[in-house]
Nanobody, 123 residues
Framework: QVQLVESGGGLVQPGGSLRLSCRAS????????MGWYRQAPGKQRDLVATISPNGLTRYASSVKGRFAISRDAAENTVYLQMNRLKPEDTAVYYC?????????????????WGQGTLVTVSQ
């Protein structure tokens, strides 16, 4: 099985910064797009940023210019650097990865979510 383990959430004041990380572990054949999503209380889960294997990135308009997504292929890890945080960035942040992994000796498609990490932006 493939697991995603997230870290880096917490409480930060408006204008501050946090860095989230998400590492995929297991028998992974290939990782394709990796991304971050967030879900605020009472709202749906929305895309924050994604990154392709060759480094192409996409951002939600609300975070463009403040957040930066990156990945370390050797470590199967995706990062989200969040700067100039605002109270409206408060949410549970989830990482997601797609790709191919080994299941019972065969290749199977991968679309896995992390457990979520809470980011709270408040005075």
């Amino acid at each position: 099985q493939v697991q995603l383990v997230e870290s880096g959430g917490g409480l930060v004041q408006p204008g501050g910064s946090l860095r989230l990380s998400c590492r995929a572990s297991g028998i992974i054949f290939r990782l394709d797009a990796m991304g971050w999503y967030r879900q605020a209380p009472g709202k749906q889960r929305d895309l924050v940023a994604t990154i392709s294997p060759n480094g192409l990135t996409r951002y939600a308009s609300s975070v463009k210019g403040r957040f930066a997504i990156s990945r370390d292929a050797a470590e199967n890890t995706v990062y989200l650097q969040m700067n100039r945080l605002k109270p409206e960035d408060t949410a549970v942040y989830y990482c997601n990865t797609k790709g191919i992994y080994k299941k019972d000796g065969n290749n199977d498609s991968l679309d896995r979510w992390g457990q979520g990490t809470l980011v709270t932006v408040s005075q």
